[in-house]
């Protein structure tokens, strides 16, 4: 189990890209992008159909693990307004949050949360704006200081890109901490990554599998900020 010490919190990392606040009973979700695939298709990109529901499985089966109380999305719960429109997407979050009725559910609005409209009522989903207090953390979608506390974030989807002695190339997702501010990989499904470059101090744990491992920063580079 790999922990680190923030904003005079215990988190715990966690393989399967969340993080766990053991004292709060609380699990931090980013980027869950719920529907993604669905709006690509939309547009008539072929992607890949039960994304949605294998995101919502593997938050269940944490959730399961943990004793998780709450779980706080920070951010972009859903990709897009046509994904609140789909009939299909719709069903199988209101199925999961069926089996999980007693679990609190809280949103940090996103950027795109901000054009998909908040989740439906019936889903029982709080929602609020940024910067979200818990103990010594503040809890946001976008990874920028704030007044009070240490911010967890998400928005960026990190990664880091790993060399091998053969020219071998890895692209892996991370978890980012700064001074005053750290960053979640992606949890979605079908979601990217976003290489970044970090500065001196910072601290990187990528993810492979069912391991999470510190990594050195000068092994990453930075790219333009995904929408």
């Known amino acids: 189990m790999t922990t ?9 990392l966690l393989p399967e890209r969340a993080a766990w606040v053991p004292a709060h009973g609380t699990l931090l979700v980013a ?3 719920i529907g993604k695939a669905v709006s690509f298709r939309g547009l008539g990109v072929p992607v890949p ?11 269940g089966a944490l959730v399961a693990r943990l004793g998780a109380r709450r779980v706080v999305f920070l951010g972009d719960l859903l990709h897009s307004a046509r994904a609140r429109r789909a009939a299909g997407t719709l069903a199988v979050v209101e199925r ?13 609005r996103g950027n795109h949360d901000a054009r998909a409209g908040d989740p439906p009522a019936r889903w029982g989903i709080d929602v609020v704006d940024a910067p979200l207090a ?4 503040r809890l946001s979608h976008h990874p920028q200081p704030a007044a009070g506390g240490y911010v967890l974030a998400g928005h960026l989807h990190p990664g880091v890109a790993l060399s091998g002695g053969a020219r071998d190339h890895l692209r892996l997702p991370c978890f980012w901490f700064g001074r005053s501010v ?32 510190e990594v050195p920063p000068p092994v990453v580079e930075r790219l333009a900020v995904p929408d």
Do not use: K, N
């Open 49 to 59: 159909r039960g994304t949605t529901a294998a995101t919502l499985e593997a938050l």
């Open 96 to 108: 999961w949050r069926a089996q999980h009725a007693s679990l609190q559910l809280v949103l940090v």
């Open 182 to 213: 750290g960053v979640l990989p992606a949890f979605g499904a079908f979601t990217g990554l976003m290489p970044v470059r970090a500065q001196a101090g910072d601290r990187l744990f990528a993810i492979a599998d069912d391991r999470v491992m």
């Open 4 to 12: 680190i010490a923030v904003g005079g919190e215990t988190l715990v």
């Open 31 to 33: 980027d869950a992008h």
């Open 134 to 137: 818990l103990g010594g953390l």
